[in-house]
């Protein structure tokens, strides 16, 4: 009766051991890019829409910088907390006032 050797057979196929987790790597740092830089008409536009959206309770399109990358997520204002330069959503994720790119009204 036959009997698999399993995963030993394609050992030599994976000779270069932690290869394929380098180029996964190298392939994610190319697509990182640089954090943009907001005009002071853009950082004022952020503000209303924020405004708007803390006194009208709608859910927010945000947008954020993270780790090279812009995020996308939906939510409504829970709290404003200008100290610490923190916007908590009520499902419970709080985001730095400064990572935040841009923000669009879901109306």
């Known amino acids: 009766m036959y009997e698999d050797r399993g995963i030993i057979k394609w050992a030599p196929f ?4 932690g290869l ?4 996964k790597d190298m392939i994610r740092n ?6 943009p830089v907001l005009s002071s008409d853009q950082l004022e536009y952020l503000d209303t829409t924020l405004e708007k959206a803390i006194t ?3 859910e927010l399109n ?7 990358f812009i995020k996308t997520l ?3 204002v829970k709290k404003l907390d200008p100290i610490h330069r923190k916007l908590h ?4 994720i709080a985001l730095n006032l400064d990572d935040i790119i841009y923000l669009d009204l879901d109306v």
Do not use: F, T, V
Request: net charge positive.
């Open 14 to 17: 994976d000779s270069l051991a």
């Open 20 to 23: 394929n987790d380098k180029i």
């Open 30 to 35: 190319r697509l990182k890019r640089d954090k």
């Open 56 to 58: 009208s309770n709608l």
């Open 62 to 68: 945000i947008h954020y910088y993270e780790g090279g």
């Open 74 to 76: 939906y939510g409504y």
């Open 89 to 92: 959503l009520k499902n419970r």
